[in-house]
Structure formats: structure tokens, C-alpha cells
Nanobody, 118 residues
Framework: QVQLVESGGGLVQAGESLTLSCAVPGTILKIATMGWYRQAPGKQREMVATITPLGDPVFPDSIKGRFTISTDNVNNTVDLRMNNLKPEDTGVYYC????????????WGQGTQVTVSP
């Protein structure tokens, strides 16, 4: 079992910034596509950002230009920098690691709450 530990959530006002961090085992960081997902109350979990082991990021159109995702191979973290936050960004943010080396594996963190007030 791979343990992913998120941190950095909290309460901010609209327009402010926040950085989430996910601690990842170093061996996993080298091979996995890492991602951040979020789930608002009453809604399905949705992708916020992913980054491949080669460092290629992917964002949905609703996020592009506001969020960045990066990996820190020294501290073994995946960080999500969120700028110009909006109330609709409120939700529980989950870290995800997925890879396939013969067998597909998919792991989730426990989540961290982000609340953006108007």
C-alpha cells in the first residue's frame, strides 16, 4: 500500500492563493502519474491537475492559468499552487498516484479541505 499524505488546506478568501502539498514515496514519484482531484459537496470527484513522471502537466480548461502543479524530487512531494481562488474551488482535495508496471495501481490520499469564502 502506498501512503499519500496531503497538507496545506484551509480557509481563504476569494482571490487569495494556497499551496497544497502531497508527500509521496520517492520510488513512486519516479514512475507514477501524480494528480490532484477535488470533490465538492454533492458533486462527483473531478480532476484538477495531473503531472507525468516526465513533468508534463494537464489541466482542465476551468483551471488553466490559475493553478500549477509541480514535483519536488528532493522532498518527494507533489505541490499544487492555486492562485485567484474562487468560491467554486471549495472542496476536499485529494492526491492521486497511478502507474502500470504489469499491474495497474491507483492510490489516493485522505484528502484536505479547501474552503474559499466570497
Amino acid at each position: 500500500q502506498v501512503q499519500l499524505v496531503e497538507s496545506g488546506g484551509g480557509l481563504v478568501q476569494a482571490g487569495e492563493s494556497l499551496t497544497l502539498s502531497c508527500a509521496v514515496p520517492g520510488t513512486i514519484l519516479k514512475i507514477a502519474t501524480m494528480g490532484w482531484y477535488r470533490q465538492a459537496p454533492g458533486k462527483q470527484r473531478e480532476m484538477v491537475a495531473t503531472i507525468t513522471p516526465l513533468g508534463d502537466p494537464v489541466f482542465p480548461d476551468s483551471i488553466k492559468g490559475r493553478f500549477t502543479i509541480s514535483t519536488d524530487n528532493v522532498n518527494n512531494t507533489v505541490d499544487l499552487r492555486m492562485n485567484n481562488l474562487k468560491p467554486e474551488d471549495t472542496g476536499v482535495y485529494y492526491c492521486n498516484a497511478r502507474y502500470n508496471i504489469g499491474t495497474f495501481r491507483n492510490f489516493w490520499g485522505q484528502g484536505t479541505q479547501v474552503t474559499v469564502s466570497p
